[in-house]
Structures are given as C-alpha cells and as structure tokens.
Nanobody
C-alpha cells in the first residue's frame, strides 16, 4: 500500500510564501511523474506543476515565475515552493504521484492541504 502525505498548507497574506511537501511511503519500486494539483470552490481540479523522474518540469501559466516544483528521490518527496501568492491561489492542493510497481504504473493522490491567501 502506498500513501502520499502532504504538509505545509495554511493561511498567508497576499505576496507571501508557502512551501508544500508531499512524502510517498509504502511499497515503492520507483516513482515516475510527481505533481501538484489544486481545486478551488466551485472549480475543477487543475494541474499546477509537474516534474518527471528526469527532472523536467511544467507549470500552469498562472503560476509560472512564482511557483517552483522540485523532488528529492532519496526521500520520495516532492515540494512546491510558492512565492508572491495571490488570493486566486486559494484552493485545496493535492499531491499526485505515478508509481511503478511490479511492472505496472499506479496513480496515487494525497488527501489535500488547504492554502488560503488573504488580500
């Protein structure tokens, strides 16, 4: 069984910073892509940032230049550094990981962490 546990959410003023972490644990052979998604009230879940096992990254246009995704494979952990936060960044942020086990890929999600940016 694999679990993803997120941490680092909270309340911050506009212009501030937060760092989210997501640690994967359990039976893991290797981790392919890791990413962060978010879902604001009344909106669909959207991709915020992703990072491949080779370190290639991609970002939503709305966060480019403000957010940075990184990963530590020794710790099976992905991070999201969020700077210059805006009220529109308020959402529940979810960690996602595509994990390789027994020759198959499995998609896992964290439980979500709330990020609230006040104006």
């Amino acid at each position: 069984q694999v679990q993803l546990v997120e941490s680092g959410g909270g309340l911050v003023q506009a212009g501030g910073s937060l760092r989210l972490s997501c640690a994967a644990s359990g039976s893991i052979f290797s981790i392919n892509t890791m990413g962060w998604y978010r879902q604001a009230p009344g909106k669909q879940r959207e991709l915020v940032a992703g990072i491949t096992s080779g370190g290639s990254t991609n970002y939503a246009d709305s966060v480019k230049g403000r957010f940075t995704i990184s990963r530590d494979d020794a710790k099976n952990t992905v991070y999201l550094q969020m700077n210059s936060l805006k009220p529109e960044d308020t959402a529940v942020y979810y960690c996602n990981a595509v994990i390789n086990n027994w020759g198959y890929e499995y998609d896992y999600w964290g439980q979500g962490t709330q990020v609230t940016v006040s104006s």
